[in-house]
């Protein structure tokens, strides 16, 4: 990271701070590592992006469902899924600092480093060295490449290394009290599979028909080796997931579609289309016969926000191996039995979370010729904004603070609403453009006359006189989720 950019990713970090967005978890006890909370603002905002979501898939879809499965599920479950035997990140530790890495990100970050210092050509041949050996799976050769390009460990500089060794990123813990007949269980590290295994449960009574989807939000856990860059990777962290289940044979044309789809849902949010691009996968996973990541170009450059995998009917055919009961459907339009084949869009809900703090914390120069003045705000879009309206009354008397809470006691019914009479005005505007307030209510002494008020909106700063018995609608239209939803229609 350049030091602008390194500034960027500190400023965002700071700010999801000190607004009450985003905590270390643990903090007092000095954190625990890659585990956040969200505060305040930040379940929110969350909550919003959720919502935005859902709404997406369940609401505008007539043919996709949600549901909401335990984190706990049947050990074997992960045996079937291949997440037992293959859900593994390369890894390797450096003897003097004792610190572990992910091996083939101490090799990426090399690429890195040539790319930075002009050196194309190695960058591509190692990244297809890279790719080879992941390919391969051989973690002999992962331990020559860094040998070969002399990476040394970022703490101690030395290349005193050891094997590269596989690590199984699922937690394990243990269910029922007596130590000898507990079983051992996971915590799941992806939701997927609690939509795989409610296939049937769904489709029956649902009366679903293919092509249908399911559709669910919730916690994974992953005990990922290296984690790092704030919200991006995490040890618990929540996933939006849909499995669209399919006729064998159309898998792809689907696939095209909701890649589509799914950038068109980001882009809605009024993100830059040029910090979003397309990363075709090189190694694929073992369920995927393609797969795709739609990645968003961070402080620390581009990263995947989510991925779009068409899984084939693997996981499906593997429940029904393993369970021994019968996973297939009965289409009545080509009277065949089948497994359906399915295509998956998955998104991390921090990552997008991070993607939308990202793209919208702006820092504007508002200096005139007389005085210098700046302001930082959050230009969430209206829809999926923490608070949706602010209300101040001019001043602490004349009850005018009265009147201003009369009109939050009704607003507050549809809205999200902050109420503040501390300090100037101008001041209080300013709190709010930080936490991404799109509209700000003034109570003055015209208000007990005529009953109107000022609404100031946050990206403009324009204002404008409106009566109260408007501002339910008003503040209503601004902020629906139709402006957002509409769009993916
Ligand atoms: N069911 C498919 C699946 O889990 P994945 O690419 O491993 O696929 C999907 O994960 C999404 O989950 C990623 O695109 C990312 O946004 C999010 N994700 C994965 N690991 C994460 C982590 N450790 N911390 C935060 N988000 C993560």
Not at 29 to 36: E, F, I, K, P, T
Not at 371 to 377: A, H
Not at 418 to 435: C, P, S, T
Request: glycine share 4%; aromatic share 10%; hydrophobic share 35%.
């Amino acid at each position: 990271m350049s030091k602008q950019t390194d500034d960027l990713f500190k400023n965002i970090v700071s700010h999801a701070k000190e607004y009450g967005f985003v905590f270390q978890s643990s903090e007092i006890y000095d954190g625990l590592s890659a585990v956040y909370d969200y505060g305040q603002l930040g379940s929110e905002l969350k909550n919003n992006l959720k919502t935005y979501w859902w709404k997406s898939m369940v609401q505008l879809n007539e043919n996709i469902v949600g549901i909401d499965s335990a984190i706990f599920m049947h050990p074997t479950i992960w045996k079937a899924s291949g997440h037992v035997d293959g859900f593994n990140d390369p890894m390797i530790d450096n003897k003097d600092s004792k610190k572990r890495y992910r091996a083939d990100q101490l090799i990426e970050d090399k690429i890195d480093r040539y790319e930075k210092d002009g050196k194309s050509d190695k960058a591509a041949q190692l990244q297809k060295d890279l790719d080879d050996a992941l390919n391969a799976d051989d973690l002999v050769r992962l331990k020559t490449i860094i040998e070969e390009h002399n990476i040394v460990c970022p703490i101690s500089g030395t290349k005193n290394w050891t094997d590269v060794r596989q690590f199984n990123l699922m937690f394990a813990t243990q269910m029922g009290a007596m130590a000898d007949g507990a079983e051992q269980v996971y915590l799941r590290p992806e939701t997927a599979q609690g939509i795989f295994v409610n296939f049937l449960n769904v489709q029956k009574t649902g009366r679903m028909k293919v092509p249908f989807g399911i559709a669910q939000i919730g916690k994974a856990f992953r005990n990922e080796v290296i984690a790092r860059q704030f919200i991006m990777r995490m040890r618990e962290f929540e996933q939006m997931e849909l499995q669209f289940f399919v006729r064998p044979g159309t898998e792809l044309e689907w696939y095209e579609k909701w890649k589509e789809t799914r950038l068109k849902w980001h882009l809605a949010l009024g993100s830059d289309p040029a910090k979003y691009r397309y990363h075709d996968h090189v190694k694929l996973a073992h369920y995927a016969n393609a797969a795709v990541d739609i990645e968003y170009d961070f402080p620390f450059g581009f990263k995947e926000v989510e991925g779009i995998h068409s899984r084939t009917d693997f996981d499906l055919k593997q429940h029904q191996e393993f369970s021994k009961k019968k996973m297939q459907y009965f289409d009545p339009e080509i009277n065949q039995n089948y497994i359906p084949y399915v295509v998956e869009t998955s998104v991390g809900l921090d990552r997008l979370f991070l993607t939308v703090f990202a793209n919208s914390l702006v820092h504007e120069d508002l200096s005139t010729e007389e005085k210098q003045d700046s302001r930082v705000v959050l230009k969430f879009h209206p829809a999926i904004a923490p608070v949706k309206a602010a209300i101040f009354p001019l001043t602490k008397k004349d009850g005018l603070p009265e009147k201003a809470r009369e009109i939050m006691n009704r607003l507050k019914l549809d809205f999200n609403m902050q109420y503040d009479e501390k300090d100037a005005i101008g001041k209080r505007y300013r709190r709010q453009d930080a936490i991404g307030t799109p509209y700000c209510i003034t109570v003055d002494h015209q208000t007990l006359e005529d009953n109107t008020v000022t609404i100031r909106h946050r990206d403009t700063m324009e204002q404008e006189r409106v009566a109260i018995d408007q501002l339910r609608n008003i503040i209503g239209d601004l902020v629906s989720w139709n402006h957002l939803l509409d769009q993916l229609l």
